[in-house]
Each structure stands twice: as C-alpha cells, then as structure tokens.
C-alpha cells in the first residue's frame, strides 16, 4: 500500500523560508505528477504548485517567482521550497500525488502540514 507523508511544516518569520517534502512509500513506488495545495483557516483549499513527469512546472499567481517545486532521482520525494514567505502563505499545505508503484497506479493525498509566517 502506498502512503504519502509531508513534512518541513513549521513557524518562520516574514521573509523566510521552508521546504516541504512530499515522500511516497512502497514498492517499486514512483511519483509521476505532483501538486501542493493548501488551505487557509475560512478558506477553500487552493492549488499552489504542480510538477508533471516530463519537468513541467505551474504555480498560481500568489507564489510565483517565490516557490519552486521539484523531485529527487529516485521519483520518491517532491519538494517544495518556500522563499520569502509572507503571513498570508500561513496555510495546511497538502501533498497530493500521482504515480505508480508495484501492486498499480496511485492518486494519493497525504495528511498536510502547517506552515505558520509571523513574526
């Protein structure tokens, strides 16, 4: 069974920054395509950054040219790196992940992780 599990949630200051992981385990497991969204208290929940298979990257307007997304070799962990973080990205970021691993595809969302920017 494939889990996907978030981390690098946490407090930092205006200005900051952080790097959330997105890690599949399993078998034989690969990330093909990726998303983080994320949700603010009162709010809908939004995407904020995909990664497709063939390296293709989409950020909405909020966190461009401030977020990067990318993957490690083994197509296990996605990475989203926050630079210059302001009190509005205070969310629950979500992982949400589509691959394949030995027992078939996956469409997998994990458990989210907060990320709070105060100072």
């Known amino acids: 069974q494939v889990q996907i599990v978030e981390s690098g949630g946490g407090l930092v200051q205006p200005g900051g920054s952080l790097n959330l992981s997105c890690t599949a385990s399993?078998?034989?497991?690969?990330?093909?395509?990726a998303a983080w969204h994320r949700q603010a208290p009162g709010k809908e929940r939004e995407l904020v950054a995909q990664?497709?298979?063939?390296?293709?990257?989409n950020f909405s307007d909020d966190v461009k040219n401030r977020f990067s997304i990318s993957s490690d070799n083994a197509k296990r962990t996605v990475y989203l790196l926050m630079n210059s973080l302001k009190p509005e990205d205070t969310a629950v970021y979500y992982c949400?992940?589509?691959?394949?691993?030995?027992?078939?595809?996956?469409?997998?969302w994990g458990q989210g992780t907060q990320v709070t920017v105060s100072s």
């Open positions: 399993g078998s034989d497991v690969s990330i093909l395509d």
């Open positions: 949400n992940a589509f691959g394949k691993s030995n027992v078939g595809p996956f469409n997998i």
């Open positions: 990664l497709t298979d063939d390296g293709v990257t």
